[in-house]
């Protein structure tokens, strides 16, 4: 199995269902986990007003798919089920991003309260191995269903919840919700530029 359609859109409940505001919630993840990380594509703003555009990296910088990857490798140790999880896919790409039987299956909605069913974000859910979202190998399997790249995945995690990775369109970087122990592990990828986040804390912007 490298990603399969579900039809069956229950396991993103504890996502979709939770009373946690929208915008934190797409951003760092559901709260509960023990420790939180900032997965920083680009590093932060270095003054008030900079434009993300004045601080992209030069050279041969990873992507941030290429980042996503490292960071789910890195957290496969901290999980009992490395070959079953599960990524969420924000529709917001456009159907020519999904394979057609992705697009075939139910949307999951987070709405912009609990209350209101007025989705902030809709999203495609597809059952993956974790080991092959890490190794590329579910990008290239995407890439010949669709005939188009992968869309980023919004959200990452284990079927044991043991870890969740979420990344927004919006900002810069990525939030992660993981045990103590596998944020530290992060925190010595050298391939990762990771800072230490309190899932509730403001974190930096760009203009």
């Known amino acids: 199995m490298t990603y399969t359609p579900c039809a069956d859109v229950s396991a993103a409940d504890w996502i979709a269902t939770s009373s946690t505001p929208w915008q934190r919630l797409v951003t760092m993840g559901p709260p509960g986990y023990p420790s939180y990380a900032r997965l920083r594509f680009i ?6 007003g900079q434009a993300e555009h004045e601080a992209l990296p030069s050279g041969d910088h990873p992507t941030d ?20 999880g599960y990524s969420l896919f924000w529709a917001g790409w456009g159907d020519g991003a999904f394979p057609t039987a992705v697009l075939q299956t139910p949307q999951v909605e987070i709405p912009e309260t609990p209350q209101v069913e007025i989705p902030a974000r809709e999203y495609y859910l597809c059952r993956v191995s974790l080991s092959d979202l890490a190794s590329g190998a579910v990008h290239e399997v995407w890439e010949q269903d669709a005939a188009h790249p992968m869309p980023p995945p919004a959200f990452i995690w284990p ?22 122990d596998a944020i530290d592990r992060l925190l010595t990828d050298s391939r990762l530029d990771i800072v230490r986040a309190e899932w509730d804390q403001e974190s930096p912007s760009f203009y």
């Open 43 to 48: 590093p932060d703003p270095a003054f008030a």
């Open 65 to 84: 798919e290429d980042q996503l990857r490292f960071a789910v490798e890195t957290l496969l140790p901290f999980t009992e089920t490395p070959n079953v």
């Open 159 to 180: 079927e044991d919840r043991s870890w969740c990775v979420t990344q927004d369109v919006d900002p810069h970087w990525g939030g992660i919700g993981a045990s103590d």
